[in-house]
């Protein structure tokens, strides 16, 4: 073949290549996990940001913002950092289990939990490993997953969920508290409808918010009931009943009760029709019905308040992939 038809083929497979992206990114319906949510400019150290977010993006389970807070509760971003009982890095590795997860990942013909181009990538290795061994336990499989990095997978597994270790508690609660401090919130929503967007937007303003059971109201975060007496934050339709009721003007507001959001209310929507702003309630297949209810925000992304001790954060969508949905639009 001669030169300008290579020429040609090539330039034919570039349009191809970009048409279909196109059609890919304009898509409003959840095409599998879908890009983790990316990090606020200057929040990472510059030598670092490309490594946070190719290690953020290894499985559902973690993003490039959970990374970087994890990051900083391990070892504050101090590449040498050492604990008192013989933790390692900017990852915080006891060597037997860098043994099993250490990877010279920058090339450098190294392998080292000094190293924080291996730490950050071994670190997100070893996340989605204990993720993939407690996908079958009760409860948010990152917040379990987390738990596991601090207390190790052993603990978890024999309480089931997070450890009542003041300590491990402590780090699940900081290291998602922190999530949004490193969340890039300005990247405009593809697919929205303004209604929607106005929806992600309003709900994405009270990441790191508590979570309080009874919490929350169309002004925004109130002190809850019960449990969540005296904390002040959003329980998951309380968030719903706020943001809905910011974007839409005033003009709806929800009751709060994620089982009535999401069956009362709105316009059904199909699942391949999913669109940035509606919300999703969800029923474990537990008996209980629906007892959670979430916001899409496209990407393959949620925003919702999760549970007691938790906070308002982003999750992957697949995460509840094995639940029954009932998606509604309010617009």
Same mark, same amino acid.
Request: proline share 8%.
């Given at each position: 073949?001669?030169?300008?038809?290579?020429?040609?083929?090539?330039?034919?497979?570039?349009?191809?290549?970009?048409?279909?992206?196109?059609?890919?990114?304009?898509?409003?319906?959840?095409?599998?996990?879908?890009?983790?949510?990316?990090?606020?400019?200057?929040?990472?150290?510059?030598?670092?940001?490309?490594?946070?977010?190719?290690?953020?993006?290894?499985?559902?389970?973690?993003?490039?913002?959970?990374?970087?807070?994890?990051?900083?509760?391990?070892?504050?971003?101090?590449?040498?950092?050492?604990?008192?009982?013989?933790?390692?890095?900017?990852?915080?590795?006891?060597?037997?289990?860098?043994?099993?997860?250490?990877?010279?990942?920058?090339?450098?013909?190294?392998?080292?939990?000094?190293?924080?181009?291996?730490?950050?990538?071994?670190?997100?290795?070893?996340?989605?490993?204990?993720?993939?061994?407690?996908?079958?336990?009760?409860?948010?499989?990152?917040?379990?997953?987390?738990?596991?990095?601090?207390?190790?997978?052993?603990?978890?597994?024999?309480?089931?969920?997070?450890?009542?270790?003041?300590?491990?508690?402590?780090?699940?609660?900081?290291?998602?508290?922190?999530?949004?401090?490193?969340?890039?919130?300005?990247?405009?929503?593809?697919? #929205?409808?303004?209604?929607?967007?106005?929806?992600?937007?309003?709900?994405?303003?009270?990441?790191?918010?508590?979570?309080?059971?009874?919490?929350?109201?169309?002004?925004?975060?109130?002190?809850?009931?019960?449990?969540?007496?005296?904390?002040?934050?959003?329980?998951?339709?309380?968030?719903?009943?706020?943001?809905?009721?910011?974007?839409?003007?005033?003009?709806?507001?929800?009751?709060?009760?994620?089982?009535?959001?999401?069956?009362?209310?709105?316009?059904?929507?199909?699942?391949?029709?999913?669109?940035?702003?509606?919300?999703?309630?969800?029923?474990?297949?537990?008996?209980?019905?629906?007892?959670?209810?979430?916001?899409?925000?496209?990407?393959?992304?949620?925003?919702?308040?999760?549970?007691?001790?938790?906070?308002?954060?982003?999750?992957?969508?697949?995460?509840? #992939?094995?639940? #029954?949905?009932?998606?509604?639009?309010?617009?």
């Amino acid at each position: 073949m001669n030169k300008g038809g290579k020429l040609a083929i090539v330039a034919t497979a570039a349009f191809l290549a970009l048409l279909i992206g196109l059609v890919i990114l304009l898509s409003g319906g959840p095409q599998g996990p879908g890009p983790a949510a990316s990090l606020r400019p200057g929040t990472v150290p510059a030598a670092y940001q490309a490594w946070i977010s190719r290690a953020g993006r290894l499985c559902p389970q973690v993003s490039p913002p959970l990374i970087a807070a994890q990051v900083e509760a391990e070892s504050g971003w101090r590449p040498t950092a050492r604990s008192s009982v013989g933790a390692q890095g900017m990852a915080q590795f006891m060597p037997a289990t860098w043994t099993g997860y250490g990877r010279d990942a920058d090339g450098d013909g190294v392998t080292s939990p000094d190293d924080p181009e291996d730490a950050i990538m071994a670190m997100a290795r070893y996340d989605c490993a204990l993720a993939r061994t407690l996908a079958r336990l009760p409860g948010d499989v990152t917040s379990n997953m987390l738990a596991a990095y601090n207390a190790g997978p052993a603990a978890v597994l024999r309480h089931k969920g997070i450890p009542h270790y003041p300590e491990t508690q402590e780090y699940v609660r900081r290291v998602l508290a922190r999530v949004a401090h490193y969340t890039d919130t300005s990247i405009t929503v593809i697919g #929205a409808t303004r209604f929607g967007a106005a929806v992600v937007a309003t709900a994405q303003r009270w990441l790191g918010t508590p979570y309080s059971w009874g919490g929350g109201g169309p002004g925004g975060p109130t002190p809850g009931i019960g449990g969540g007496s005296g904390i002040v934050g959003f329980d998951c339709s309380g968030l719903v009943l706020h943001a809905v009721w910011a974007a839409s003007g005033g003009r709806v507001q929800l009751p709060h009760l994620a089982a009535a959001q999401a069956t009362e209310y709105g316009t059904p929507v199909p699942r391949a029709q999913l669109l940035p702003g509606d919300v999703i309630g969800i029923d474990h297949r537990d008996g209980r019905g629906i007892s959670h209810i979430v916001i899409y925000m496209g990407r393959g992304q949620v925003i919702h308040a999760p549970r007691p001790g938790d906070v308002v954060r982003i999750a992957p969508l697949s995460a509840f #992939a094995s639940a #029954a949905w009932t998606i509604r639009r309010y617009a």
